[in-house]
């Protein structure tokens, strides 16, 4: 099953993106700059991959989360290149990175 609903985050609109697979959910929560994703993101691919750098992504990666909830309080395991030049590091919670995302 797939669920999508607008969150809000300190008076900004966010859409969270809930896919249920056996065994497992797929999470992001995303804007038009970028988004933060469970551990199924690799960021290690963003950040080596020369035409993935090229398109300059901003997302960070949470681990360990089964809920957007869970995604919005957990700090970032890693994040993108493009998304430290936001000032979202690794270690910050992905509600404040996803802020930085404006």
């Known amino acids: 099953m797939l669920e999508m609903n607008p ?49 300059k992504i901003v997302a960070g990666r949470a681990v360990g ?5 869970q995604l919005l309080e957990a700090p970032l395991e890693s994040v993108t290149l493009e998304a430290e030049q936001l000032g979202i590091q690794a270690g910050m919670k992905g509600k404040d990175a996803l802020l930085k995302m404006k």
């Open 7 to 55: 969150i809000q985050i300190e008076g900004e609109t966010f859409i969270a993106v809930t896919l249920k697979l056996p065994k497992t959910n797929f999470m992001a929560v995303t804007n038009d700059t970028g988004y933060i994703m469970c551990g199924a993101l690799d960021i290690n691919l963003f950040n080596t991959n020369q035409k993935l750098i090229d398109r």
């Open 65 to 69: 989360v089964r809920t957007i909830e």
